[in-house]
Nanobody, 111 residues
Framework: EVQLVESGGGLVQPGGSLRLSCAAS????????MRWARQAPGKGLEWVSLITGGGSTNYADSVKGRFTISRDNVKNTLYLQMNSLKPEDTAVYYC?????RGQGTQVTVSS
């Protein structure tokens, strides 16, 4: 069974950093295209970043240069390093493989 479990969210001040983790089970991250997406209050789901099975990465313009997606194939875990956080980054963050996603982790950027 494919399972994705996110962690690492929290409350951070503007300009701060967080690293989100997504522990995967039931498949190998190294061979999968994985995404991070987010949903802000009252808004739809927004794609944030992609890492392909081959290791190519891509980012939404809103996070480019501030966020970094990566994975640890030994731990079978996906990461999202988020720097220079802004209040508009406040959202529930999800990792996803195809149409399967985890329960999400809340990120709140506020002073």
């Amino acid at each position: 069974e494919v399972q994705l479990v996110e962690s690492g969210g929290g409350l951070v001040q503007p300009g701060g950093s967080l690293r989100l983790s997504c522990a995967a089970s039931g498949f190998l991250l190294s061979s999968a295209d994985m995404r991070w997406a987010r949903q802000a209050p009252g808004k739809g789901l927004e794609w944030v970043s992609l890492i392909t099975g081959g290791g190519s990465t891509n980012y939404a313009d809103s996070v480019k240069g501030r966020f970094t997606i990566s994975r640890d194939n030994v731990k079978n875990t996906l990461y999202l390093q988020m720097n220079s956080l802004k209040p508009e980054d406040t959202a529930v963050y999800y990792c996803a493989r195809a149409n399967i996603r985890g329960q999400g982790t809340q990120v709140t950027v506020s002073s």
